[in-house]
């Protein structure tokens, strides 16, 4: 089992419409969740920082830990074609002191 | 701009060819990482450097190499090349591993023949 699961999707979406990304992890110890955006051919940028269980909001976007379900989501209100991009999920924290990502979800969203 | 730069961008190889991977940054950052990204497989640790003066493997280290020259640079070297190694390189830094966010460069697209 990956200690970080993600749907590879593509998701396709119509403009303006709210997207919903997700990932689950596997074990508990984790208490740094991230979501990096990555446009083709370009390198990830981190995009959200959450530190412990709750949501964090940023403009159209919205970061939400569940540390009890183990399951971290990003919420894209009003998306726009530019938001068209892969979004990875990563999680660090441990006695580890390297990123733990997930495989990453490409979304499309059609003007 | 501040940030990670890699070099070079493009690179072919034949088998069994040796190359090394430039990454510098210039946030003075304590901790610098490569990554290799396949279709499918996301971004998997090769190497990372916690702080000047040391190296860790990561999840797939087999057949690569690095250095921290500084605190400032990072190389990977493919001692022998092989198609398996076709992927797309990615150097990152932190202020302190994994607690931060981290600066990625780039890329260096890599194909072995």
């Known amino acids: 089992q990956k200690e970080v699961e993600q749907d590879p999707g593509p998701l396709s979406v119509p403009e303006g419409a709210i997207v919903s990304l997700n990932c689950t992890y596997s074990?508990?110890?984790?208490?740094?969740f991230m979501w990096y955006r990555q446009y083709s051919r370009k390198g990830p940028e981190l995009l959200m920082y959450?530190?412990?269980?709750g949501n964090k909001e940023d403009g159209r976007f919205t970061a939400q830990v569940d540390k009890s379900s183990k399951y971290i989501s990003l919420f894209i209100r009003d998306s726009q074609p530019s938001d068209s991009a892969t979004y990875l999920c990563?999680?660090?924290?441990?006695?580890?002191?390297?990123?733990?990502f997930g495989s990453g979800t490409r979304l499309q969203v059609q003007p | 701009n501040a940030g990670v730069t890699q070099t070079p961008k493009f690179q072919v190889l034949k088998t069994g060819q040796s190359m090394t991977l430039q990454c510098a940054q210039d946030?003075?950052?304590?901790?610098m990482y490569w990554y290799r990204q396949d279709p499918g497989m996301g971004l998997r640790l090769i190497y990372y450097?916690?702080?000047?003066?040391?190296?860790d493997k990561g999840e797939v280290p087999n057949g690569y190499n690095v250095s921290r020259l500084n605190k400032r640079e990072f190389s990977l070297r493919l001692e022998s090349a092989a198609p398996s190694q076709t992927s797309v390189y990615f150097c990152?830094?932190?202020?302190?591993?994994?607690?931060?966010?981290?600066?990625f460069g780039s890329g260096t697209r890599l194909t072995v023949v």
């Open positions: 946030m003075n950052h304590n901790s």
């Open positions: 450097s916690a702080s000047e003066g040391t190296t």
């Open positions: 959450t530190y412990s269980s």
């Open positions: 990563a999680i660090g924290g441990r006695s580890r002191r390297a990123l733990t």
């Open positions: 074990n508990s110890a984790f208490q740094y």
């Open positions: 990152a830094s932190s202020e302190v591993g994994d607690t931060y966010g981290y600066t």
